[in-house]
């Protein structure tokens, strides 16, 4: 709720320049990684519940339970930033944190990217739990939001650079706007499904840091 009610907290995406708004997501997301990354993970973000649910740390009833509480924190959000907006400014940019492809962009090719920025959230994610990285944990939360603003300036103007579903589905639910709305799951599903595979094939088997904070 916090993530997509702070992410979006940008009057006119036309003129906020496109660094101060991948850092305002990304400070969001350092900020709750801090906070609550010991208690729970802090995933936010249901292709992280399937990353962790594919490396064994969560069951099939857990993943589903966090999932259900990312759409509906990420709906209430929105909401509450949606009724705090004022009028005049939500009729310069009805729809100003809906994720959308760039009209130059076909389905496929926004997918590709969006599976592109997602493999490196879910790599960098399995990083953080590589055994040879316990003593950098204290880092955890800037490596969040470091990620997450660098890969917002590369593809934010392509694809709104979301790599997560729950940031994508509440404002595309209060704006019942859902133009390829099925990129913005399944590529990054896809990554957190597959990238812990590779990186335990390639590079490490042992991913078991309790705790990405």
């Known amino acids: 709720m916090v993530m997509v009610c702070l992410g979006c907290l940008k009057l006119n995406s036309d003129t906020i320049p496109p660094l101060q708004s991948s850092l305002a997501s990304g400070f969001a997301v350092a900020t709750l990684v801090q906070m609550f990354g010991h208690i729970s993970d802090c995933h936010m973000n249901p292709a992280v519940t399937a990353l962790f649910f594919s490396l064994g740390k969560i069951d099939i009833i857990t993943s589903m339970i966090y999932v259900f509480a990312e759409l509906t924190g990420s709906t209430a959000g929105y909401g509450i930033l949606w009724a705090l907006t004022p009028t ?36 960098m994610i399995c990083a953080c739990l590589d055994q040879r990285n316990t003593h950098k944990q204290d880092s955890v939360p800037i490596k969040f939001g470091l990620t997450i603003a660098t890969v917002g300036l590369c593809a934010g103007n392509l694809t709104g650079a979301s790599m997560n579903p729950a940031r994508s589905f509440g404002p595309a639910l209060w704006h019942t706007q859902w133009a390829n709305h099925w990129i913005y799951w399944v590529s990054p599903i896809i990554a957190g499904f597959f990238i812990p595979k590779v990186y335990q094939y390639f590079f490490q088997k042992d991913l078991t840091v309790k705790s990405i904070n």
Request: glycine residues 2%; aromatic residues 2%; hydrophobic residues 45%.
């Open 88 to 123: 005049d400014i939500k009729d310069l940019n009805p729809g100003h944190c809906e994720t959308v492809v760039h009209s130059s962009l076909n389905s496929m090719t926004a997918a590709a990217i969006e599976l592109i920025i997602s493999s490196m959230l879910m790599f």
